[in-house]
């Protein structure tokens, strides 16, 4: 599976990512990052999830993270619908410096690591404007430039049920795709990135404008649209982790695939193609 | 902390340099140390306070309402927030005598000062309206809210050209702090003072407001975020500046980190 396997036939080196793609690649990154670890210092402070226009106190919640016991005995959970999971040591009651802290999500995955929501939505809506900018940039590049076109798109021989049957397959044993057909993006790999850049990142910006009482003056049908601002906020929240789940799967195909090669193609543009002996 | 210099407004240099500087301290430090940079703190806060207010007053402008509901869609049971009840003995007299001495004391920079009854405030023509509070936590309740305009009650103490903000002084002391900050105020501009939304509520839900509610008035001001929407207010101070009441940032929360503008 490593490289070295090839060694003996001649790697090609071609461009594999062009510099607007490696560039909101990584600035997309930290945007992210800082997003998802602001977003859980937000949640924490009321981590409760509803359907519908309002949603409190007294409402049942969709989802809740919560705290039960005394002192000495505390008890972190996590209830969905009417399904409760002990959670305690991450979710609800966690450790943060040595000491057991009622909290919804751990201090170690949140920014800033202690409790501070202004500060956690200061830099939301910072990284939020900044993942808005630079997802505009890359949005035009992938029109004007033909990148979605010529990268995305899939091509006919990939649209075949055989054949995303196949990938599955491979996907699974992480076999992926080698030779000249590595030099495009694989069917299963041309769906994960277009959900992510056409449903879940618009879904989260759509779902975070929702939320706010000033936009929601200006555009009155996005609530109704999505079933009110805690639907919203609830997509938000769904949204959210479908990314970080996305996220994890493309870090294991990144590892799966060979990291050094994929990390230089997505710093230098390079990538490595090592021919087949048939080829 | 020296207060900055500039006006609020940021360029693209500014906006990238903040950014930078942002992306190259990241993996350096800690998390929390990155948190409490002054400089990054502050021009994070500078930039991203100056485009969300910017762009929503963009796409909001001077009139657009906020939705409002109907009876049906109310909640069940609207959650009392921040403080429940006012302490100190001043409170409790106005409430035991069912608020008959209290005043709302208009001023600043007016022609025409007023003090008004709740009585006063009824007798001008009330506004109706069901709106979704949303919390700054995340939560959000449904209520009906009656109440004078502020527009009326601004126009009646005659604003004078200079008039910018309009303070809300409340009765609660929501924090005992060291510099004697504690005591609740919010502020809003003269866009929001004059929406047709913005009204001294003293009335809930067909009901005199509660003392959990703020009574005997609150601010309702629908297209910010709750905190905004003051309890327990007694005097209305429209101003040019609101550099020197509290610490200076317009409003108890914000003086403690949060948006003076909490559109989002």
């Known amino acids: ?279 | 902390m020296k207060p900055s210099p500039k006006p609020a407004g940021i360029s693209r240099r500014q906006l990238l340099t903040g950014a930078a500087a942002v992306a190259a301290a990241a993996p350096l430090g800690g998390c929390d140390s990155l948190a409490d940079n002054e400089h990054i703190g502050d021009a994070v806060q500078r930039i991203e306070q100056t485009l969300s207010m910017r762009v929503q007053r963009l796409l909001i402008g001077r009139g657009a309402l906020a939705r409002e509901f109907e009876i049906k869609d109310l909640s069940p049971q609207f959650k009392v927030n921040g403080t429940d009840k006012p302490g100190g003995d001043d409170y409790q007299r106005l409430l035991d005598t069912g608020f008959s001495n209290w005043r709302l004391v208009v001023d600043g920079k007016v022609r025409n000062p007023l003090s008004l009854s709740i009585a006063d405030l009824k007798s001008l023509p009330p506004r109706t309206q069901i709106t979704r509070h949303d919390c700054v936590e995340g939560w959000s309740a449904i209520g009906q809210w009656t109440g004078v305009p502020l527009s009326r009650v601004i126009d009646l103490a005659g604003p004078t050209a200079d008039a910018r903000y309009v303070v809300f002084h409340c009765a609660d002391q929501y924090e005992q702090a060291s510099d004697g900050n504690g005591q609740y105020y919010e502020s809003i501009d003269l866009v929001d003072a004059y929406h047709p939304q913005t009204i001294l509520a003293y009335g809930m839900n067909g009901k005199d407001l509660t003392v959990g509610h703020g009574a005997p008035l609150r601010l309702r001001v629908e297209r910010q975020l709750g905190y905004k929407h003051a309890k327990y207010v007694m005097r209305v101070e429209v101003v040019d500046s609101f550099a020197r009441i509290g610490r200076g940032h317009g409003g108890f929360w914000p003086d403690r980190g949060y948006e003076w503008y909490a559109g989002i």
């Open chain 1, 1 to 279: 599976m490593s490289e070295s396997t090839f060694a003996s036939f001649t790697p090609v080196l071609v461009r594999r990512h062009s510099i607007v793609v490696r560039v909101t690649h990584w600035l997309n990154v930290v945007c992210l990052t800082f997003l998802l670890m602001t977003g859980l210092q937000i949640f924490n402070a009321h981590p409760r999830l509803y359907v519908g226009s309002y949603g409190a106190d007294a409402d049942r919640p969709i989802l809740e993270i919560g705290t039960r016991g005394g002192d000495d005995d505390l008890h972190g959970y996590l209830r969905v619908g009417g399904l409760t999971i002990p959670t305690t040591g991450m979710l609800g009651v966690s450790k943060r410096n040595g000491e057991t802290v009622e909290r919804g999500f751990p201090s170690w995955i949140t920014f800033p690591g202690y409790t501070d929501l202004a500060t956690g939505r200061r830099w939301h809506f910072f990284f939020a404007w900044f993942l808005l900018f630079n997802g505009l940039a890359y949005l035009g590049y992938g029109i004007f430039a033909g990148h979605f076109r010529r990268d995305l798109v899939l091509e006919t021989d990939q649209l075949g049920l055989a054949h995303l049957r196949q990938q599955i397959a491979d996907h699974a044993r992480l076999h992926f795709p080698k030779g000249e057909e590595a030099r495009r993006y694989n069917a299963l790999q041309k769906i994960a990135y277009l959900a992510v850049i056409f449903v879940l990142l618009p879904l989260m910006i759509v779902t975070g404008v929702t939320m706010s009482p000033g936009a929601d003056a200006a555009f009155p049908w996005l609530a109704g649209v999505l079933g009110g601002r805690q639907t919203a906020r609830t997509i938000h929240f769904a949204a959210a982790f479908s990314i970080v789940g996305f996220v994890l799967i493309h870090l294991i195909a990144v590892l799966a695939s060979g990291v050094l090669n994929n990390l230089r193609s997505m710093i230098t543009g390079r990538y490595a193609i090592v021919p087949e002996k048939s080829a």
